[in-house]
C-alpha cells in the first residue's frame, strides 16, 4: 500500500505544474521611454531600462499594444521575454571547462551591430514580439558566472542574453 501511495504521490507532483501556468514570462523596455504595455487588456507601464515579470501568462494565444497602438498577437508556448519595443537582442555563448575548453568555433558567425563587427557564438533577435527563454540560462540583468561545476574533464556551455546597449562592452570584455 505504501508503495501505491508514493507512485500515486510523484505522479500528483509531476503534474502539478502543469496545472498552473508553468511560464517564466519577464517583458523588457531597453529604451530611453516610458511605455505602456497593454497584455489581453491590462495595462503594465515600464520605465526606461525596466524589466518585470509578467505573472499569469499561460501558454497559448495574446495580444498586446504599446501605448495605445495597434493589437498585436502573440503566442507563448514556454518561457520567454516580451519585446515589446521590437528592439535588438543579442545572445552569446560561454564555455566553461576543466580542461582548457574547446569549443567548435566553425560555427560562428560575423553579425553587425551599429555599424561594428562581432565575431562568435552570436545570435541576433531583431524585431521578434517573443523571444523563447528555451537554452537561455542566464537573463537580461544576470552576468556569466565565473566559474561553474562541471563533469570530469568536460565542458558546459551557457548561453546568455543582452540588450543591444550591453553586448559591446561584454565582447570587448570577454573576448579581448
Known amino acids: 500500500m505504501k508503495k501505491i501511495l508514493l507512485v500515486a504521490a510523484a505522479a500528483l507532483l509531476l503534474l502539478m505544474p502543469s ?11 531597453p529604451t530611453d521611454q516610458t511605455i505602456t504595455v497593454a497584455i489581453d487588456s491590462k495595462e ?6 525596466q524589466l518585470i515579470e509578467v505573472p499569469g501568462l499561460k501558454k497559448g494565444p495574446h495580444t498586446m499594444s504599446v501605448n495605445g497602438g495597434a493589437e498585436m498577437n502573440f503566442n507563448l508556448d514556454e518561457n520567454a521575454l516580451l519585446n515589446p519595443t521590437l528592439s ?8 566553461y571547462s576543466t580542461d582548457g575548453g574547446d569549443m567548435d568555433t566553425s560555427d ?23 523571444i523563447s527563454m528555451d537554452g ?14 562541471t563533469l570530469k574533464n568536460g565542458s558546459i ?20
Do not use: H
Open 19 to 29: 496545472c498552473g501556468s508553468g511560464l517564466k514570462v519577464e517583458m523588457d523596455n
Open 44 to 49: 503594465y507601464n515600464l520605465a526606461p531600462m
Open 88 to 95: 535588438l537582442y543579442v545572445t552569446d555563448v560561454q564555455e
Open 108 to 130: 560562428w558567425v560575423t553579425v553587425e551591430i551599429d555599424g561594428e563587427e562581432y565575431e562568435g557564438p552570436i545570435k541576433l533577435y531583431e524585431n521578434q514580439l517573443v
Open 136 to 149: 537561455i540560462k542566464i537573463g537580461l540583468l544576470e552576468k556569466f558566472p565565473e566559474e561553474v561545476e
Open 157 to 176: 556551455f551557457m548561453t546568455k542574453i543582452f540588450r543591444k546597449a550591453d553586448y559591446p562592452k561584454y565582447y570587448e570584455e570577454a573576448y579581448y
